[in-house]
């Protein structure tokens, strides 16, 4: 059984750092697209950023210059490095994978959601 445990968020100021990171486990055969998406309260959930298994990214304009995304393929583990952050940062921040469990089919799997909040 697949799945996504996510560690780190927390309170922290304005303008101050935070790591996420979220890690795959189980019976895992392949893993293809890994990313972190947050949901404000009232509003959307919404993506943040992506990585390929090629270490392609992608940010969201607003986190841009500000988040760095990476992983560890051998650890099936995805990073989410947030500096400068802001209050509109708050939100609950849950990792998201494309991946073959053994040899079921590509599919996507969610972590349960980490709280990261911003204070000014």
């Known amino acids: 059984q697949v799945q996504l445990v996510e560690s780190g968020g927390g309170l922290v100021q304005a303008g101050g750092s935070l790591a996420l990171s979220c890690a795959a486990s189980?019976?895992?055969?392949?893993?293809?697209?890994m990313g972190w998406y947050r949901q404000a309260p009232g509003k959307q959930r919404e993506l943040v950023a992506f990585?390929?298994?090629?270490?392609?990214?992608n940010y969201a304009d607003s986190v841009k210059g500000r988040f760095t995304i990476s992983r560890d393929n051998a650890k099936n583990t995805v990073y989410l490095q947030m500096s400068s952050l802001k209050p509109d940062d708050t939100g609950v921040y849950y990792c998201?994978?494309?991946?073959?469990?053994?040899?079921?089919?590509?599919?996507?799997?969610w972590g349960q959601g980490t709280q990261v909040t911003v204070s000014s």
């Open positions: 998201n994978a494309d991946l073959r469990g053994g040899w079921g089919p590509l599919r996507t799997y």
């Open positions: 990585i390929t298994g090629g270490g392609r990214t």
């Open positions: 189980g019976n895992i055969f392949s893993v293809n697209v």
